[in-house]
């Protein structure tokens, strides 16, 4: 028990500063999801007189606070259809892209191929990184194609497995796709910004869909990483 209790203790001690940084990318969404639905509401007039070099401004700016977990991606993307309706995914795909690049290289900086190396002893842990490693393009659509997973926390989970750059943001383009239309979508049904969070006519169309898209991601990487993990643990 002492000897789990020493490698359990080891593990965190060598990945400090990558879980620090995973502590702040789940509390600071929270922490700035409601700052930001009140200003938007306290200055939606102006937001809906802004004109393309605005819009263009705003959307280089949420680079920074979705790679930084200040601003959650989804609330970004309602806002957005609520502002601009579908003509929002010009700007709101790119800058997730820009977000998602950001986010990766910062936790590789932080991180320097510690967490691969404090999980080399592990067989679960290291099938997992082998099957990011066989199929990158299809592991990072699964993951990112999940409403339920973070952005941010899945962008740490990727960089940590040491996923191929291009792959990464391949997937992760084809996988916030279907969920960036739906919030989009969401935002653009809404009558008005304070009902950002109750029901509408289309609620049960988009439940079905988000609930889909949850299943889809979970039967693709239970599936993916099912064979590898099987084998390791064989050996």
């Given amino acids: 028990m002492s000897t789990k209790f020493r490698a359990i203790k080891r593990f965190f001690k060598q990945n400090a500063s990558s879980f620090s940084v995973g502590g702040g990318f789940s509390i600071l969404p929270i922490i700035f999801s409601s700052t930001v639905l009140s200003l938007a509401y306290a200055y939606e007039s102006e937001i809906m007189?802004?004109?393309?070099?605005?819009?263009?401004?705003?959307?280089?700016?949420?680079?920074?606070?979705?790679?930084?977990a200040i601003t959650p991606t989804t609330l970004i993307a309602i806002l957005s259809g609520y502002f601009l309706g579908w003509i929002s995914l010009?700007?709101?795909?790119?800058?997730?892209?820009?977000a998602a690049f950001i986010c990766y290289q910062l936790i590789s900086w932080v991180d320097h191929g510690k967490f691969s190396n404090s999980i080399k002893e592990n067989k679960i842990a290291m099938a997992i990184v082998d099957?990011?490693?066989?199929?990158?393009?299809?592991?990072?659509?699964?993951?990112?194609?999940?409403?339920?997973?973070?952005?941010?926390?899945s962008n740490m989970l990727l960089a940590w497995a040491k996923t191929p750059i291009k792959q990464f943001l391949w997937g992760s383009l084809v996988g916030m796709?279907?969920?960036?239309?739906?919030?989009?979508?969401?935002?653009?049904?809404?009558?008005?910004?304070?009902?950002?969070?109750?029901?509408?006519?289309?609620?049960?169309?988009?439940?079905?869909?988000?609930?889909?898209?949850?299943?889809?991601?979970?039967?693709?990487l239970t599936s993916s990483f099912k064979k590898n993990i099987e084998k390791q643990l064989q050996k």
Avoid: N
Avoid at 90 to 98: E, W
Avoid at 185 to 203: F, M, N, P, R
């Fill in 131 to 153: 099957t990011v490693h066989q199929s990158p393009l299809k592991i990072v659509i699964f993951t990112k194609i999940s409403p339920i997973l973070p952005f941010a926390l």
């Fill in 90 to 98: 010009i700007g709101l795909v790119p800058s997730y892209l820009m």
């Fill in 177 to 220: 796709l279907p969920r960036s239309i739906i919030a989009v979508w969401a935002g653009k049904t809404l009558v008005d910004i304070t009902h950002i969070s109750e029901g509408d006519s289309t609620q049960t169309y988009q439940q079905v869909v988000i609930g889909l898209l949850i299943i889809l991601s979970i039967v693709g």
């Fill in 49 to 68: 007189s802004f004109d393309w070099r605005m819009w263009i401004l705003v959307y280089i700016t949420t680079c920074f606070t979705m790679a930084f």
